[in-house]
């Protein structure tokens, strides 16, 4: 059976994280050129491109226009290892996983949000609203507008490391965020249910914004439950 592209750049991606644990790469410095690394790892540019992708956006790697590539330090110390990279690097038979953890962890984000949330918290929650009621027939720019208003949330917990693993969740199926917005009256009941989490939220209302949460995550539950039974046919 031949190999698919998304199996190679995944493929790519583990090598790079255990590249990394070992030392091949330098935290801070530049990266080989696409060019190499495509040698490195014997695939083609468009393979190394979609993994030198996936990597930026849990926060690995930066772009530096006309200056390259760069793995980034991380204050912390840490990185995402390969043992989770298959979670991380989405394999659709991960999907309802993704969003059962998505819906356990951001009750809790919800529910801390209402408590702690600052001003500057309110206001960024609230752009994120008026950008999804800007982009009702655009569903790629909901569907970013949808990830900043998670995010936004995760930022008000005031919890460094649940928004972090937030965003590695949503980072893991973006694609299928993206994709799910389609279907016809999604957008609609996704807006409704995110003005819902943030009025509770503007309120202080720690249990409403909670519950409210871990009901959003039904729908797309169910949307991916029958995903998987199709590509399972």
Known sequence: MKLKRRSLVDDVVNLFLKDVEIGLYTYGEKLPSQKELATRYNVSLIVIREALTKLSAVGMISF???????????DQGTSVSPDFSSLIFHNISNLLEIVEARQIVE??????AAKRRTNQNILEIEKAIDEMKKSLNDYENFAKWDVEFHIAIAKASNNQVLQKIIMLLI???RAEVSKFFKIPGIIEKVLKEHESIYHHILNGNSSEASFIMRTH????????????AESEN
């Open 64 to 74: 530096h226009q006309g200056k390259g590539t760069y793995l980034k330090k991380s």
């Open 171 to 173: 980072d893991s199926y």
């Open 107 to 112: 009750r809790e984000t919800s529910s801390l």
């Open 217 to 228: 995550f039904e729908l797309p539950e169910k949307v991916f439950s029958v995903k998987i």
